[in-house]
């Protein structure tokens, strides 16, 4: 049962600290997505990625977050420096393309920054 | 822009009754609709989806039809579980972006006791 995967499962980190969280797509799926979710705000697109190559990064803080992929099997999600508004579950879904729009979650983040 | 909207939460149900949670939708061309569903502590979970118009999605005893007349996609069970306690989320491809992005609802927690 293909699923994705993500690491590391919880993150507690303080203020100004590096956060590196990374994803493992589905085999053969060629988009892929960072979320964010919290209470206040719910599911919020950070980020996604075709073939690798990223095509909107615009619904995350450009000074201090970056998404890249280095290669099919492994998207990455920065964040240098850390605030404690950050604090959230992150979420990398990954879906097939080629006008099949579903996508498939990880488990998530849960990142707690103090 | 597209957009997608739920009944809002929390609902409650006793175990064995009819569960309907409603989900309207707005969006030019033709989306894709989708139903998820979140446990506590995990990641959304790909539950249904209807590719168009009079299409219906099953799984897991849950059902929903695209209407299209009625820009509506409502989720239906005949009789819910305590296990089906969760937050349930509606969805659709944006087709503007021209990618393959999903607009999500806010969600709709679901409590079933026994």
């Known amino acids: 049962d293909a699923r994705v995967t993500q690491t590391p499962r919880h993150k507690v980190t303080e203020m100004g600290q590096e956060v590196t969280m990374r994803c493992q797509p589905i085999?053969?799926?060629?988009?892929v997505f960072w979320y964010r979710q919290t209470m206040m705000q719910g599911l919020e697109l950070l980020a996604y990625f075709r073939n690798r190559a990223p095509l909107d990064d615009s619904g995350m803080p450009k000074d201090r977050f970056s998404a890249e992929m280095p290669d099919a099997t492994l998207a990455t999600l920065k964040i240098q420096p850390s605030e404690p508004r950050d604090s959230a579950v992150y979420f990398c879904?990954?879906?097939?393309?080629?006008?099949?729009?579903?996508?498939?979650f990880g488990p998530g983040t849960r990142l707690t920054v103090t | 822009g597209d957009s997608v909207t739920q009944m809002e939460g929390p609902v409650t149900l006793s175990e064995e009754a009819f569960l309907t949670i409603n989900c309207t939708y707005t969006a030019t061309g033709y989306p894709s609709l989708f139903w998820y569903v979140q446990y506590p502590g995990e990641g959304l979970q790909l539950l249904l989806k209807?590719?168009?118009?009079?299409d219906k999605g099953s799984n897991k005893g849950f059902e929903a039809t695209y209407r299209k007349e009625t820009t509506s996609f409502h989720l239906e069970k005949g009789s819910v579980q305590v296990s089906d306690s969760a937050v349930y989320f509606c969805a659709l491809s944006d087709m503007n972006s021209g990618y393959s992005t999903l607009t999500f609802g806010k969600g709709t927690m679901l409590l079933v006791s026994p």
């Open positions: 085999l053969g799926h060629n988009t």
């Open positions: 879904a990954s879906g097939p393309g080629q006008g099949k729009y579903e996508q498939y």
């Open positions: 209807a590719t168009k118009a009079d």
